[in-house]
C-alpha cells in the first residue's frame, strides 16, 4: 500500500480505541527501582513465579553463608 506525502500513518493502524496510549508509562516504575532478570528457559521451566526464585535464592544465600567464612 502506497502512503501519499500527506499520509501521516496507514489506514489499518487506528490507535483511537486504545486508552493507556503514553510516554513514559512506566517512567515512575522505573525511577522507583527496577530489576529485570531474564532467566533460560531451562530454569523458568522450574520456577513458576517470583516468589519461587526468591525462596530458592535465600536458601543458596543462607546455605553460602554457613559454608563460607566471612572476612
Known amino acids: 500500500m502506497k502512503m501519499s506525502k500527506d499520509d501521516n500513518m496507514r489506514k489499518e493502524y487506528d490507535f483511537s480505541e486504545i486508552k493507556s496510549l503514553g510516554r513514559g508509562k512506566y517512567a ?8 529485570i532478570i531474564h532467566l533460560d528457559s531451562d530454569v523458568a ?11 530458592a535464592l535465600r536458601s543458596l544465600i543462607n546455605i553460602a553463608k554457613n559454608k563460607v567464612p566471612s572476612k
Open 45 to 55: 521451566e522450574v520456577f513458576s513465579d517470583d516468589k519461587s526464585v526468591n525462596d
Open 28 to 35: 515512575l516504575k522505573y525511577k522507583n527501582g527496577t530489576n
